[in-house]
């Protein structure tokens, strides 16, 4: 094997860290041979086994409700500023954080930097389709407002994305919008719809627009948004398949009879269930970084860690920083 | 009983126009007394029993996909028209519509008008809310690009309408962004969200920011947004509703032992699948126009028919046009 630079992991970000943040790392390692250097407070990183993993001290740590910006600028040696200096200095190839997603962002665009021609990252989620690959929606909250410009890149910057992770040779991309005729949505979808459809791009096909009830469907490969509307569908969606999942256990518990049904259908619930979890997708991309910078969940468990981790080793393997400089240049 | 005014009843809208729109005009005769007159085209009209309802002739149908200013303009003698004349011209208390949504904001708003005094008229729908009263958002289309004094407005109104349906004394309002702080958000979320607390009114509480997370909780009573946020978040929760529901009956009929467990639990899944329907809310209203309108779901059955003239009824009953007149002046 060649040799292969480690991941930059922030093992002080997250609601269960540094525990499950450490024990994720070695499952990745364990598992898969894939090397983190853990980043963050020496002491409180060893009160853990993380096996052969190396560990990088970093004295600071960025709260969850921190301002993002004024925490990456004055807690200089923060695990989160760290992760990023690490990639940005070619010691690591990727960074991974559960932490202050703002402050993950900020410490991407402060330390590490924009690509050149990329006017602003987009953060890229992955939403869970039932028996096919996920869809891709881009800005998930990173850009409350928008220019067509950009969204034209998140569309460019998107197939990349999905092709990559996915297989897709040339990736179904939508706007997101309030109707699918092209007259439909704010000057926003209907300025950016036009440049899509005139760029007749080779990478993706535009398929026009699509309605938030598309998103769980298999209609787009990479949906394209604005970071406010994406945000506010992202959480909708999530905060419905948790409200599911939280009747349907309440209804199954109700008594003796109900519990019976629920061992039947567990069987079946289970891998569905899965197949919808935030977890199992660990993590959205900043798309547009010079360097690969992936935010999970803050209710990152480990194994939602090392899902992450091997999402982070494979894209770097594809090379997907210069893809994505070719797609926009 | 006093007598009332009828509701215009646009028996030709709707994708099962014109018979269970007749169906449910009677069904609401039969069992609440409530008096509709159906208007549409006299001889379709009697293909089906109506029992002592009466029908108002129009020779003119909107189709769904009609260009919906124009088909307005054009079709002086469409059903859709002809009902917003009857509640101009005081002949009937309230119109409802279950085709065209476009087209019937249009004949609202060329046949009734305006409110005086309201920038922009808003789409109020509600939101089903297991266990408690439904939540009401606007605007959930109406006005894809909107300005903050608007969303003023439809705060204001939005909790008449919270106030006269579910009975709330003191509405929370709340505005839909990507975060609970009043720094997070569009440039447009951010001035609402101080012109709201400035404006510190009596008539409901202002609790702040909501994410999309929230709009299946009981956090707030009405939800304000910009019609194309607002109809995104609608669709995304139609959409992962049926995808629900769809997948689980899918799992129920696996095989012999998972429909047992369907027959244990389908007595329990039904009163939460009908809290749920969109058919029992019986649509949408128009707040900001100069009389009751309301807009049903396309799919809109019998049942969704029947309640949507209750609310109308009752709306009508309640006097909501004067108070929203007081609301915002």
Redesign the interface.
């Known amino acids: 094997m060649a040799f292969e630079l480690p991941i930059a992991l922030d093992a002080m970000g997250g609601d269960f860290a540094p525990k499950e943040i450490i024990l994720g790392a070695k499952k990745a390692f364990d598992e898969h041979s894939i090397a983190s250097l853990l980043v963050g407070d020496e002491s409180k990183i060893s009160e853990f086994d993380r096996g052969s993993l190396s560990v990088f001290h970093a004295s600071e740590v960025i709260a969850m409700d921190e301002d993002p910006a004024k925490a990456i600028r004055n807690k200089k040696d923060s695990s989160l500023a760290r992760c990023a200096e690490l990639v940005k200095t070619g010691k690591c190839s990727a960074t991974i954080s559960a932490g202050n997603t703002g402050a993950a962002m900020a410490a991407a665009l402060l330390k590490i930097g924009r690509i050149k021609g990329v006017s602003r990252p987009a953060i890229a989620t992955t939403i869970p389709v039932?028996g096919h690959h996920p869809l891709v929606m881009l800005d998930s909250?990173a850009n409350?407002?928008c220019q067509s410009e950009w969204l034209v890149q998140f569309a460019q910057m998107g197939s990349v994305y999905s092709s990559i992770r996915y297989g897709i040779d040339r990736p179904k991309v939508a706007l997101?919008?309030?109707g699918e005729e092209s007259t439909?949505?704010?000057?926003l979808?209907k300025e950016t719809h036009k440049k899509l459809a005139e760029l007749n791009s080779e990478t993706f096909e535009f398929i026009g627009n699509v309605?938030?009830?598309?998103?769980?469907?298999a209609v787009a490969d990479v949906v394209v948004?604005d970071?406010?509307?994406g945000?506010?569908?992202?959480?909708?969606?999530?905060?419905?398949?948790?409200?599911?999942m939280k009747?349907?256990l309440n209804?199954?518990n109700?008594n003796e009879?109900?519990k019976?049904?629920?061992d039947?259908?567990l069987n079946?619930?289970l891998p569905?269930a899965d197949e919808l979890d935030p977890e199992s997708t660990g993590g959205a991309m900043l798309l547009g970084i010079d360097g690969i910078s992936l935010i999970s969940h803050g209710s990152s468990s480990s194994k939602a860690i090392s899902s992450a981790l091997r999402i982070a080793h494979d894209l770097s393997n594809a090379n997907i920083v210069q893809r994505l400089k070719e797609a926009v240049s």
């Open positions: 039932l909250g409350a407002e997101l919008s309030i439909k949505g704010s000057p979808v309605e938030g009830r598309d998103l769980l469907s948004t970071g406010f509307t945000n506010v569908a992202l959480k909708t969606l999530e905060g419905s398949v948790k409200f599911f009747m349907l209804i199954m109700t009879e109900t019976k049904a629920q039947i259908l079946y619930l569905v």
